[in-house]
């Protein structure tokens, strides 16, 4: 099964694009919000994605859909849990940030989940009741696009360790020592973004 890819940009379409990986020619659809972080890309340019590879007797042709981060795609298997939104349907309707979609879950905000492609009343019900509770973490995802505070720019850090220990429950030493090992882990990590994720790889490889 495919879970990573990373390759060549050969081609750009609305919804999906085409990756040159070992000579061979992967069809990836992505998400609105990743297709935005692709939007600086040349033909030709690097590419990177986490896949998610769907396959069913109903949908016997393999799937790929792609993602920026490891985070987003275990947000997109959250999402697909919901009554009645199945993977293509998903990926159409995330055309707002997974940190944003985050949010609005655990703050029971369906105003906001109803702005998301082919979501109505009755389906922003139903995903608030199934996954309130399980977002927290995958609130602090920033997207390229999100409005930032200069001040986490400035510190980061500081973002990553309020967010460990106030939402998501961690001791301060926990927390403190989870940042410093993703620091040690990776020299380049330069915003909160990039240092949830090697948390939360760093979390995962213990499991």
């Known amino acids: 099964m495919i879970g990573y890819l990373e390759g060549r940009l050969m081609k750009k379409d609305q919804d999906r694009i085409l990756l040159l990986v070992n000579h061979i ?7 609105v919000i990743v297709m935005e972080t692709l939007a600086e890309k040349d033909i030709g340019d690097e590419v990177s994605l ?65 702005q998301l492609s082919g979501i109505g009343d009755r389906t922003a019900h139903k ?14 995802i920033k997207h390229e696009t999100d409005q930032v505070p200069t001040t ?7 973002l990553v360790m309020d967010v460990l ?18 620091m040690r882990r990776s020299k380049d990590i330069s915003t909160a973004e990039q240092l949830f994720d090697e948390i939360y790889r760093g979390q995962q490889s213990e499991q």
Request: no cysteine.
């Open 25 to 31: 020619g992967y069809e990836i659809l992505v998400p």
């Open 127 to 140: 995903i608030i009741a199934t996954l309130k509770g399980k977002m927290n973490k995958f609130a602090l």
């Open 50 to 114: 986490y896949i998610y590879y769907y396959q069913t007797e109903r949908q016997p042709k393999p799937v790929l859909i792609g993602f920026r981060l490891e985070a987003e795609k275990e947000f997109f298997q959250y999402f697909i849990s919901v009554e009645a939104i199945g993977p293509l349907k998903a990926v159409k309707a995330m055309n707002i940030s997974v940190g944003n979609i985050a949010h609005a879950i655990e703050s029971g905000d369906v105003k906001t989940l109803k």
């Open 165 to 182: 220990v106030a939402q998501l429950g961690h001791k301060t030493t926990d927390a403190r020592q989870m940042i410093a090992d993703a």
């Open 152 to 158: 986490v720019d400035e510190d980061f850090t500081e």
